[in-house]
Nanobody, 121 residues
Framework: QVQLVESGGGLVQAGGSLRLSCVTF????????MGWYRQAPGKQRELVAT???????NYGDSVKGRFTISRDNAKNTVYLQMNSLKPEDAAVYYC???????????????WGQGTQVIVSS
C-alpha cells in the first residue's frame, strides 16, 4: 500500500499564496507521474497539475501562470505552490501518484486523503 500524505492547506485571502506538500513513503522517482487534483463541493474532481518522472509539468487551464508544481525526489515530496489564489480555487486538494505496471500501459493510481483549501474573498 502506497501512502501519500498531504499538508499545507488552510484558509487564505484572495490574492494570497499557499504551498501544498505531498510526501510519500516510497521513492517519488518510482512513480511515472505525480501531481494534484482538486474537488469542490458539487463538482467533479479536476486536474490541477501533474509532473512526470522526468520533471515535465502539466497544468489545468484554470491554474496556468499561477500555480507551480515541483518534485524533490531526495525528499520523496511533491509540492504545489499556489499564488494569486481566487475564491474558485477553494476545494479539497488531493495528491496523486501513478505508476505504469506493464508494457500495455496499464496504470495503478494512488491518492492521498486530501487537504482543504479555503479562499476568502
Amino acid at each position: 500500500q502506497v501512502q501519500l500524505v498531504e499538508s499545507g492547506g488552510g484558509l487564505v485571502q484572495a490574492g494570497g499564496s499557499l504551498r501544498l506538500s505531498c510526501v510519500t513513503f516510497r521513492r517519488t522517482s518510482s512513480f511515472d507521474t505525480m501531481g494534484w487534483y482538486r474537488q469542490a463541493p458539487g463538482k467533479q474532481r479536476e486536474l490541477v497539475a501533474t509532473i512526470s518522472s522526468g520533471g515535465t509539468p502539466n497544468y489545468g487551464d484554470s491554474v496556468k501562470g499561477r500555480f507551480t508544481i515541483s518534485r524533490d525526489n531526495a525528499k520523496n515530496t511533491v509540492y504545489l505552490q499556489m499564488n494569486s489564489l481566487k475564491p474558485e480555487d477553494a476545494a479539497v486538494y488531493y495528491c496523486y501518484a501513478g505508476k505504469i505496471i506493464n508494457v500495455e500501459g496499464a496504470r495503478v493510481d494512488y491518492w492521498g486523503q486530501g487537504t482543504q483549501v479555503i479562499v476568502s474573498s
